[in-house]
């Protein structure tokens, strides 16, 4: 089927060219190719679409009616190259994007507004879920996700390292004493996370000393928005991104803990579907987000 499309395009640019060899110079292919697959063409549908004079070629009865076929294909064609380039130079239409809940970051906040101020006919759509979403079936353009990635149908780029930290309001600090070791924080009551995973064990490191600490928890939630604003309520110490909790840190709302004890940081990744060629939106996009995320995070 891709040869007879071929064929047909090539035959509106001969009959165009009145000459099999002015159409091959058009084209930059050798007359005996244009030649022979103008063979091919009439013996696919069983009917001669072109006749040689001494001067020109001519088309036959069924040959003109053919070529209106044709030509609207090649119209179409041209009309499809054209609005390709124009995507690629004004990129349009609807991105979307799916991420976890409360991904808190001022660096994607910044990227996101960069990009709708850069290229303002894209529309932006944000599906801000826990659920783990195909982004082939349901449409989606891309994905950033954190942790370890296990489907192999899918194309990961890391978009930065999250560091964590523990944090607690001054309010619960001034009913509970703040922990002094790594084992005091058995005496807290934390706020846990509970969505796809739940972070119950921290494995913690300062210098050359390591701690492992399981968290007691009197409270889960299932977003880290609302597991902030308990935090920020005195509801107890919670496990959380630094750079989420910089804000709260820098007005005073929040106190990190134990500040020189570290965890492995956590990856954050920009995922595509492997097998589909990315829309132009889609690439300036990871750009936009590649960009802003190469900086530290901004202080306000």
């Known amino acids: 089927m891709f040869t007879d499309v071929t064929d047909m395009l090539l035959f509106a640019a001969v009959a165009r060219a009145g000459s099999l060899t002015r159409a091959g110079q058009s084209l930059g292919l050798p007359k005996s190719t244009i030649s022979r697959r103008m063979a091919a063409l009439e013996e696919r549908v069983g009917s001669r679409l072109l006749h ?26 041209d009309n499809a190259l054209r609005y390709a380039g124009d995507i690629a130079d004004r990129p349009r239409g609807k991105l979307r994007v799916t991420m976890p809940p409360d991904l808190n970051d001022p660096r994607l906040h910044a990227a996101i507004t960069d990009f709708c101020q850069r290229y303002p006919e894209v529309a932006v759509e944000l599906d801000e879920s826990s659920r783990f979403v195909d982004l082939a079936t349901e449409q989606y353009d891309l994905a950033l996700r954190a942790g370890v990635l296990s489907d192999s149908e899918l194309t990961a780029r890391r978009l930065t390292d999250l560091s964590w930290g523990i944090y607690a309001s001054p309010s619960y600090l001034s009913q509970q004493p703040a922990p002094r070791t ?22 913690l490191r300062h210098a050359q000393r390591q701690a492992s600490v399981t968290l007691n928890s009197q409270i889960t939630a299932t977003t880290s928005g609302m597991l902030l604003r308990l935090a920020l309520a005195g509801a107890g110490p919670i496990w959380y991104p630094q750079a989420q909790a910089l804000e709260g840190v820098q007005s005073g709302r929040l106190v990190q803990l134990l500040p020189e004890w570290t965890a492995e940081p956590s990856r954050l990744w920009i995922v595509t579907p492997s ?25 306000r």
């Open 52 to 77: 040689k004079t001494t001067r020109r070629l001519v088309l036959t009865e069924a040959g003109t009616g053919f070529l209106e076929h044709c030509q609207r294909l090649a119209e179409e064609a």
């Open 182 to 203: 790594p084992a005091d924080l058995a005496k807290h009551q934390f706020v846990i996370l509970q969505g796809r995973t739940r972070i119950e064990r921290l494995e």
């Open 275 to 299: 097998r589909r060629l990315l829309a132009r939106k889609t690439v300036l996009f990871i750009d936009c987000l590649l960009a802003h995320f190469a900086g530290p995070v901004a202080e």
